[in-house]
C-alpha cells in the first residue's frame, strides 16, 4: 500500500471560484483577497484580517509592525517550524528560547518570566499540531512587563481553549495556507488583528509600504502612490483568495472528521506501551492540523525508515530550532539547552493525517506502526 504523507481536499466549487478569477480582469490583490479577508475575520472571531503570501511573512510583518529591532529580544519556542524564530531573526533582533510542556510540546509559561530581561519586546506562542497554548497565563504576564504576543497560528486556524479563539488575546495572529495546511492555497498567510491601525498598516506595508494597491490605483480615475515607510512584497493575489473562499464554509466539518481520525488513531495505539502521543487539554477545541507519535528516541530514524518502506510517508515536526546549524553557531546553543524541546524532536514521527484516508488506509498505518514500534 502506497499511503502519502499529505493529500488535499480540494473540491470542484474551489476550483470553479479560481476559474472565475483566472476569467476576470484581476488577478492580483483585489475583490476577492477582500471577501476571503471578511470571511477569515469572522471565522477566527477578530475585527480585521489582511491576506498575504506565507506565515513567514505574516510573521515578519508582525515583528516589523512593533518596531523590534537590534538589540530587543523576543521569547518564543524552539519546538516549531524554524520560520517563527526567523521572523525575529530578519528584524535584526535575537530570538531567546524557552523550553516546552513535556505533555504538549507548547511554550511552558512557567518559564517565561525568568526569560525576560530589559531588551524583550514580545512573545511569539506557537500553538503546536494545532493545540492552542496557554493564553490567559502568557497574555498576564505579557500585560506584567509591557510585551507584546504574537500567536503563531499556523497550525491552529480552528483552534480554542479556555473559551478563548486564536487571534482573540494576542496582538496579532499569523496564519499559513501552505500545502498541507488544513486551509491551503498551495502557499498563502495571513494576519488577524483587531486594532485598526494595525490592519491599515498591514494592508500597506504587504506591497512596499505604498499608499494604494493595484486595484485602488487602477479601478478609478489614476491616482499616484506614495511610499509611506520600507514594507515588503507579499500581497495574497485574487488566485489564492478564490481558491480558499469556499474552503472556509466546510472548515468545521473537515474538522469534524480530522477530530474522529485522531481518535481512531488513539484508539490504534492505546495499548501499545512503545508509542505516547502528546496530552489534549481538555475543555478545548483542538485544531488537529498534525498527528504525532513520540516514540524511544533512539529507535526513531529507524522507525521512521521502515514506516516508509512500507508505504507510509511520515515528516518530523519538529527538530529544535536551537540545534539548527545558523542558531548553534550565531548562539553557542548545544544539546541540552532545552531538554524537553530536544527529547520531542529525538522522539517524534508525524503519520499520515487527512480526511482522504480510508479506513483501511487508517488501519493499515495503525497496524504498521504498532508491528513496528514493538518489533
Ligand atoms: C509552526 C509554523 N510556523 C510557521 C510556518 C511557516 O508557514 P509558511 O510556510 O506559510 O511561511 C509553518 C509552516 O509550516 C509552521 O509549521
Same mark, same amino acid.
Given at each position: 500500500m502506497k499511503i502519502e504523507f499529505y493529500r488535499h481536499n480540494l473540491a470542484k466549487e474551489d476550483k470553479d471560484e479560481v476559474i472565475k478569477v483566472l476569467n476576470?480582469?484581476?488577478?492580483? #490583490? +483585489?475583490d476577492c483577497v477582500a471577501e476571503f479577508e471578511k470571511k477569515l475575520a469572522k471565522y477566527v472571531g477578530s475585527k480585521y484580517a489582511v491576506g498575504l503570501t506565507s506565515c513567514t511573512n505574516a510573521l515578519e510583518l508582525a515583528v516589523k509592525y512593533f518596531g523590534i529591532g537590534h538589540e530587543d529580544e523576543v521569547i518564543t519556542t524552539p519546538?516549531?517550524?524554524?520560520a517563527t524564530a526567523n521572523a525575529i531573526e530578519y528584524a535584526g533582533a535575537k530570538p531567546v528560547f524557552v523550553d516546552v510542556e513535556s505533555? #504538549? +510540546?507548547?511554550?511552558?509559561?512557567?518559564?517565561?518570566e525568568q526569560a525576560i530581561t530589559k531588551k524583550t519586546k514580545a512573545i511569539i506562542v506557537v500553538h503546536l499540531y494545532g493545540q492552542m497554548c496557554d493564553m490567559k497565563r502568557i497574555r498576564k504576564i505579557a500585560d506584567k512587563y509591557k510585551l507584546k504576543v504574537i500567536e503563531d497560528a499556523a497550525h491552529c486556524l480552528e483552534g480554542e481553549r479556555d473559551g478563548i479563539k486564536v487571534g482573540q488575546l494576542g496582538d496579532i495572529a499569523c496564519y499559513s495556507f501552505y500545502a498541507t495546511k488544513n486551509l491551503t492555497s498551495g502557499e498563502g498567510g495571513a494576519i488577524s488583528c483587531n486594532d485598526k491601525k494595525i490592519y491599515e498598516w498591514m494592508l500597506r506595508a504587504r506591497q512596499?509600504?505604498?499608499?494604494?494597491n493595484a486595484a485602488t490605483r487602477y479601478s478609478k480615475k489614476y491616482e499616484h502612490y506614495d511610499m509611506e515607510f520600507l514594507g515588503n512584497k507579499c500581497n495574497m493575489s485574487n488566485i489564492q483568495a478564490a481558491l480558499m473562499v469556499k474552503q472556509l464554509d466546510r472548515i468545521e466539518g473537515y474538522l469534524d472528521m480530522r477530530e474522529k481520525l485522531a481518535r481512531k488513531y488513539d484508539k490504534g495505539f492505546l495499548k501499545n506501551k512503545n508509542i505516547k502521543t502528546p496530552a489534549v487539554i481538555s475543555g478545548g477545541k483542538h485544531a488537529r492540523h498534525l498527528y504525532t507519535i513520540w516514540v524511544d528516541r533512539d529507535k526513531r530514524d529507524e522507525y521512521m525508515h521502515l514506516l516508509q518502506d512500507a508505504g507510509i510517508g511520515v515528516a518530523v515536526?519538529?527538530?529544535?530550532?536551537?540545534?539548527m546549524k545558523y542558531y548553534r553557531e550565531k548562539y553557542g546553543y548545544k544539546k541540552g539547552s532545552f531538554p524537553i524541546s530536544e527529547k520531542i524532536g529525538d522522539s517524534t514521527i508525524t503519520l499520515p493525517f487527512y480526511i482522504k484516508l480510508s479506513d483501511k488506509e487508517v488501519k493499515y498505518v495503525i497496524d504498521t506502526v504498532n508491528t513496528i514500534t514493538n518489533g
Open positions: 476576470s480582469l484581476f488577478l492580483t #490583490t +483585489g519546538m516549531s517550524f524554524i505533555n #504538549t +510540546g507548547n511554550i511552558d509559561a512557567s518559564l517565561i512596499h509600504g505604498m499608499s494604494k515536526n519538529f527538530r529544535p530550532i536551537h540545534l
